[in-house]
């Protein structure tokens, strides 16, 4: 049995905490001094429908999924009939919203040193106690070059030594993280690069402002390189994944969308666009 303090359990059903504790009943134990909510007595009691008390917010936040822009994810949202909209903000504005209830999911892209870096990102998070993290595809990431590599561009090493102007994301999308651990990986840091400002707040975004001249290179997505008619420098491939709460996972928008992920279609357009890996596609990753 989860037991959950005052403060997740607050959380966990979107209230403040002074309101839970006028509503603490019967079934919340007390424990050397601290109240301790049976966390299964909470979804019974959320999910009867029977109170709603004044001060809580609704418990079932708008259909849209933020974080990180994505052109499958996208297709697939609208293919799979699941009615769910897009915030593109980057990874870790759309987990910022997830936690407010302003989201229903968030896509993330999360990077570091471990070797899932989503999964380890997600476990370290206090306040999502029903987490759930769904695989959607992996991701090929690179350097995005002017057609023909102009600046014969062909590392990170030689956007510092060339001083090539470099287009980046806001701090907290994914692909900022995965800039900042490549430079941390050749000895640099962000001040060391010659910056496009301001920053690019998606992906395609940043493949505009290389196709445009505004900028010599950028890290983004293969899928983003090809619709912009870029040059692509492959670095790596990561995990694209969803994350939700687990009373999300079945209402029937992610079900349609889930339930769309195994049709031979989405592997086809994954293959059409690119730099796409389309096995992971509806997979629990993770669950709390």
Known sequence: ?????????????????????????????????????????LDRWVLSGLVQ?????????????????????????RQSGSGLATLAEGTESGVARL???????AAIHFHGTVADANVDAVAAMPRLNDAVLVGFVRREQGLLLEPGNPKSLN??????????????????????????????????KHSDLNRLEPPCLTGPDLASAVRSGQADCGIATRAAARAAGL???????????????????????????????PHQVFAERAAALTGYDASPAGRIRFFR
């Open 231 to 261: 040059e692509f420098l492959p670095l790596l491939w990561e995990n694209f994944d969803l994350l939700m709460r687990q009373r999300t996972y079945f209402q029937p928008s992610f079900q349609a969308l889930l339930a769309f992920l």
């Open 99 to 105: 936690l407010r209830g302003e989201v229903a999911a």
């Open 155 to 188: 590392s990170l090493d030689d956007v510092l030594t060339s001083s090539a102007r470099m287009a980046v994301r806001q701090r907290g999308a994914g692909a900022d993280m995965l800039l900042a651990q490549l430079l941390a990986g050749i000895g640099a």
């Open 53 to 77: 008390p004044a001060g809580m917010t609704s418990l079932e936040p708008p259909p849209i999924v933020g974080g990180s822009q994505d052109d499958m994810l996208e297709w697939s949202l």
């Open 1 to 41: 049995m989860i037991l959950l303090t005052t403060s997740e359990a607050a959380d966990y059903l979107r209230l403040g905490e002074r309101k839970l504790y006028e509503l603490i009943a019967k079934e919340c134990s007390k424990v050397a001094g601290k109240w301790l909510f049976p966390q299964h007595e």
